[in-house]
């Protein structure tokens, strides 16, 4: 089934950024295009953005068109993403996932994103 692993959470306060990270093993990442998804209190589960297997074509929500910027690195089975000019509006667990508009693995633990001053 394979695993999903993301880090590079934590505070920061408001226009700052973050570089998220997920690393995958179990199955053939280069196979597959990626998502980031997030959570925020009480609400639920949201598309961020998604990458092709080549990360040549990426999708973004309306709400981070702009700001943030989806990548991935084929070699390590990993893929990021960058956070620009954050809002407190950002706040949410951050979760990576296999596909394109839905997730096709069991959820990882996530990590954490706070934007406060």
């Known amino acids: 089934q394979g695993e999903l692993v993301a880090s590079g959470g934590g505070l920061v306060q408001p226009g700052g950024s973050l570089r998220l990270s997920c690393r995958a093993s179990?199955?053939?990442?280069?196979?597959?295009?990626m998502n980031w998804f997030r959570q925020a209190p009480g609400k639920e589960r949201e598309l961020v953005a998604y990458?092709?297997?080549?990360?040549?074509?990426?999708y973004y929500s309306d709400a981070v068109k702009g700001r943030f910027a989806i990548s991935r690195n084929n070699a390590e089975s990993t893929v990021y993403l960058q956070m620009n000019s954050l809002q407190p509006e950002d706040t949410a667990v951050y979760y990576c996932?296999?596909?394109?508009?839905?997730?096709?693995?069991?959820w990882g633990q996530g990590t954490q994103v706070t934007v406060s001053s």
């Open positions: 996932n296999r596909g394109w508009t839905v997730p096709t693995m069991s």
């Open positions: 990458v092709d297997r080549t990360d040549d074509i990426t």
């Open positions: 179990g199955f053939t990442f280069s196979n597959y295009p």
